[in-house]
T-cell receptor
Framework: GESVGLHLPTLSVQEGDNSIINCAYS??????FIWYKQESGKGPQFIIDIRSNMDKRQGQRVTVLLNKTVKHLSLQIAATQPGDSAVYFCAENIQGYSTLTFGKGTMLLVSP | GAVVSQHPSRVICKSGTSVKIECRSL??????MFWYRQFPKQSLMLMAT?????????EQGVEKDKFLINHASLTLSTLTVTSAHPEDSSFYICSAPAGTSGSDTQYFGPGTRLTVL
């Protein structure tokens, strides 16, 4: 299993700033990637996904970038708001297999 | 988006008792559901894959006799923690893919906080 620590990486930003959360994935065979937002005491909430035939996908205030060469995924949140404060997880999947593998997570703290 | 519910949202039980957690897909059918466990400040760890009409598939290190899974219908999977001990205290979350292909978006339930005294 993956090794996990007791302290999540934390990104602290001011309200209105743009936030970038990074994720390194391990399996070069993964071809579907998802970002989830998890607020305290709640289940993960789908934010945005991207398939490996794309390198960028935009949603409302969010953009996901995929760099398959270095196995790196990022989530950009524009004009970050206090309500964006949560833990963000990336997850990877291989087409044909429905199990997800989650990254360690990053806590985003947005100050007013 | 698809909605997944869990019941109960939190449960406190005595050591040695069994606890059942339900996971329901409310507006779609799910032949497969997933059960995760999450400890504080850690990521989600997949425990098992629940399959409607067949046995669950457990991840390495997860005791199938301790964590009983029953996928009773296309909208309901249950996880029973048998003879619970304090180390089983955790946040249990289920998910279900809203589709039939192998790479569908998974929707998560709100989680169940289990505290074993």
């Amino acid at each position: 299993g993956e090794s996990v620590g007791l302290h999540l990486p934390t990104l602290s930003v001011q309200e209105g700033d743009n936030s970038i959360i990074n994720c390194a994935y391990s399996n070069s065979a993964s071809d579907y990637f998802i970002w989830y937002k998890q607020e305290s005491g709640k289940g993960p909430q789908f934010i945005i996904d991207i398939r490996s035939n794309m390198d960028k996908r935009q949603g409302q205030r969010v953009t996901v970038l995929l760099n398959k060469t270095v196995k790196h995924l990022s989530l950009q949140i524009a004009a970050t708001q206090p309500g964006d404060s949560a833990v963000y997880f990336c997850a990877e999947n291989i087409q044909g297999y429905s199990t997800l593998t989650f990254g360690k997570g990053t806590m985003l703290l947005v100050s007013p | 988006g698809a909605v997944v519910s869990q019941h109960p949202s939190r449960v406190i039980c005595k050591s040695g008792t069994s606890v059942k957690i339900e996971c329901r897909s409310l507006d779609f059918q799910a032949t497969t559901m997933f059960w995760y466990r999450q400890f504080p400040k850690q990521s989600l760890m997949l425990m098992a894959t629940s399959n409607e009409g067949s046995k669950a598939t457990y991840e390495q290190g997860v005791e199938k006799d301790k964590f009983l899974i029953n996928h009773a219908s296309l909208t309901l999977s249950t996880l029973t923690v048998t003879s619970a001990h304090p180390e089983d205290s955790s946040f249990y979350i289920c998910s279900a893919p809203a589709g039939t292909s192998g790479s569908d978006t998974q929707y998560f339930g709100p989680g169940t906080r289990l505290t074993v005294l």
